[in-house]
């Protein structure tokens, strides 16, 4: 088994966004009326697709895109505020030595990720893409592997929710879903990915058995 590529999800993958996530819906909840996230909700939500996620909080599937923008505005305006998921910048320190190479491919905006990576002298990714469609990274996928002239099955992305599986699935790459982000154990599993952890460290194990040599 060998990967020349590994990319990486940053919000919920790389870095520990979820409480920022949540603080910043629920000011956005106070504006429009919608419901609340309480700490008894979060394991419903992280077992709940998107769209389930949506009824459970009161919004409209149609607004996403509009709550999305004010969202990534009050998201840039806290950054200081984030940090690497616990126990993930040793991982990626350690890939970051191995033969492969290594970037980010993310919905959230590029400079926010460049911002962030600088900011934590953590500058160790040859690619870093960014404003992926919420709904439309297997295009951002399928793009990536003709720019590179990669294969399907030369690269492995790590990602933490269910729409992370499916643009894999439709691309044909190599999907390692992770427990520790904005979804869970359950949710992921019944889509049946590749891989899948629940502790970065499982997730290091992996990456240190991958090789590619020229």
Known sequence: MYYRYVLFDFDGTLVDSVPLAVRIFNELASTHGFKHIHAKDMRPLKEASIKQKCELLGVPIYKIPQLLHVFRSRYREQLDSLDFIDGIEGVIRTAAEKSYQMG?????????????????NAEMFHEIIGRSSLYGKASFLRKFLRQKQLSPKEVLYIGDEERDIFACKETGIDIAAVTWGFEGYEQLYQHKPRYLFTSPSELGRLLNTIDYST
């Open 104 to 120: 980010v491919l993310s919905s959230n905006d590029e400079r926010v990720i460049q911002s962030f990576l600088h900011k934590n």
